[in-house]
């Protein structure tokens, strides 16, 4: 299999990303298309990522966490996805789930629920989008009235990536007046009175990782579980999605790498007036092309991972990188495909999956129209 040469900055991160190797070919990767073709979430081989030590890479040790620079857990969650994208996707909606609370809860709060939830006992989801206003976050419509010790919630969440195997739940809803600074996170435990997972979406691909709507109705939250104070929602809702925005970057870049290195193997196997397919020019470019990008789209990355990692704003090349990998990987998969001609139309194949998989990446996250809004209004008030 092609390899990819990383310049990693600590021998530490060599050894953890040889760990996931080993865990994403011996653990995942061996159990992917079944689970997928089966519509059912792997919740026991999260437990053995969790165990492993692989769901709080970027926390602080104080809670259990590994304390690994973004570059390098971006690079672990790449190399989950080159092997199986659901569990990648689910490791990143994981980490974005835990953002709240690991950067903007009380030092009570992070002791109290952090450690369970980084550790992986503790499954996180991340309630934002709702039927009417997914990319327009700052009117959503979801309302929380404070009533004695809590806060009583009504309304609809859409599109919820592990909504009904979830543990926790952010949710974002309106506790003020209208526009974001009305909007404050409620950390709501899943077993919630009147927080009701509705019926799984029929999706494209990620066939193994539940989206649903999350219905509350006069849903009940305790005043502790606030995160922040009432209004800072808005504020916690989008510095967690310029994190997210990478992970998901990440997980683009592993699926497009899976996919091209199954096609390059294909091609150097296949054989077709009298030579291996990865021989003939149209085949060659457009196999070249692929892991030009790919290589292209790792570097934008890393670049966005290491101006977090050192403090300094990085919410503009977040938006690049999400934008560039994602779109990246819906083209390799469409070449992948190509490449191998009829194979490449059925689920014998990984590229198959790869296809219909690397669709939501250009959706979630924001959909790739909003990056490029994020971008071009970063350009006007320059």
Known sequence: ????????????????LELTREIADKELAPHADDFEARGEFPRELI?????????????SAEYGGAEQPYEVYLQVLEILASRWVGIAETVSVH??????????GTAEQRERWLPDMIGGDLLGAYCLSEPAGGSDAANLATKAVRDGEGYRVSGTKAWITHAGVADFYNVFCRTGGPGPKGISCLLAPADTPGLNPQAREKTMGLRSSPVAQIALDDAVVPAERLIGGEGEGFRIAMGALDSGRLGIAACAIGLAQGALDYAVNYARERVQFGKPIIDLQGLGFMLADASTQITAARALMLHAARLRDAGLPYSIEAAKTKLFATDMAMQVATDAVQVLGGAGYVADHPVERYFREAKVLQIVEGTNQIQRMVIARSLAKD
């Open 95 to 104: 980490t974005l789930a835990c953002y709240p609370l690991a950067h903007h």
């Open 1 to 16: 299999m092609p390899s990819v040469t990383r310049l990693l900055p600590t021998p530490e991160a060599h050894d953890l």
């Open 47 to 59: 437990r053995t990522l969790g165990r492993s030590g692989l769901l709080g890479l970027p926390y």
